[in-house]
């Protein structure tokens, strides 16, 4: 595949004219101008082109919540959104706690996927840790749960969570609040790389702050809903854990952003059906099909740079998780590709979605752009609102 004329990111973040050309899945020529002697070109003047967005934190629910979302409907809410590789969290039904439920979930997912998928694995309040021992390889990290959460895992005991981080090579935690502390103590003793998911205080952020310089290993996600929503937007959809935050937090977020205390943006997509939602609290909200889009938003109104962006959203997810051959767009690299129109601006209407969830957080919301082609090991997936071949392989992690 040729990818012509398409505009990219150079290394001082400045955009230019580039040609792509992928062969057998990976880039191996980014030039000026290469000869047309391939047989599928794919014409992308005037159009922006990135890595694809690497999303490590999903809730696919698949297995055993399956009418909520499954591998197929959300692997294909992520290719319109520009998502090429997505990683599932374990709060499925059976967890992923167990080395035979973690087979179960890759098979599952096998052939049934869009785009590139891995697993984190379950910690276990009944102490799995012989469990972590035998999938570390496999996996992208333990997800442990300091809070309760959907899906009844928190781990409390502090001889158990010892076990389970001793034998983990990276915990990314659900932890809000004092839990951020009591993460980032654990891991200073235990000496091990902790990723938080879903900052969404300034508070949080400080105590984050503070451990960096004091070279804790530790990273932080932001969601784009702590970003672009607070507490007054707070109704019965707007509703996940972490819980939406005041003014002051959201601004905090995007200076944490700015200065750098911040690694990733991660989705957390965590769908529940409208009328879930509408009958009760439930919390998690579906978001993997607009928040890239939404984060385009986001450069065009100045509040962050494009470069910045492709770091949060590829770079740095592909980096800190370890993930093979997921070098963004330069020689060698798996040919997982976004084409995005800059132009072409949109609405998000309800109508529109295609998770199963059935909504969207950001419904009655202009984009910053259009997802056109998304192309996933030199296959092209998504093109202009079509769906092709599931190309999606399971991701594999550098030692
Ligand atoms: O709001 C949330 N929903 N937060 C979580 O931590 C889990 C998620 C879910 O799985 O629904
Ligand atoms: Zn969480
Ligand atoms: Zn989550």
Known sequence: MLIKNGKILVENGKIEKRDILIENGKIVKI????????????????????????????????????????????????????????????????????????KLKRELALGRCYCNFGFHFGGSREDNSEEIKKVNKYVASTKIFLNMSTGNMLVEDERVLEKLVNSSKLISVHAEGDMIKKAINLSKKYDKPFYLCHISTLEELELIRKAKKERVKIYAEVTPHHLFFSEENRDNLLRMKPELKSKIDCEALWQGIEDGTIDTIGTDHA?????????????????????????????????????????????????????????????????????????????????DIITKSGWSPYEGMETGGTIETTIVRGNIVYNKGDFYKKMGEEVRYDD
């Open 31 to 102: 030039d000026d101008n290469i000869m047309a002697t391939q047989d599928i070109i794919v014409d992308a003047s005037e159009k922006l082109i990135l890595p694809g967005v690497i999303d490590v934190h999903t809730h696919m629910r698949d297995p055993g919540l399956t009418h909520k979302e499954d591998f197929e409907s959300g692997s294909k809410a992520c290719v319109k959104g520009g998502v090429t590789t997505f990683l599932d969290m374990p709060n499925t039904i059976p967890n992923t706690t167990t080395e035979e439920n973690l």
């Open 271 to 351: 769908p529940h059906r409208l009328e879930e939602k509408q009958e009760k609290i439930v919390f998690g909200i579906p978001s993997i099909e607009n928040s890239f889009e939404m984060m385009l938003k986001a450069v065009e109104t100045g509040k962050l740079e494009l470069k910045k962006l492709v770091e949060l959203t590829s770079t740095n997810p592909a980096k800190i998780f370890k993930l093979k051959n997921k070098y963004g767009i330069s020689l060698g690299a798996d040919a997982d590709l976004i084409i995005i129109d800059l132009n072409k601006k949109y609405k998000i209407l309800r109508k």
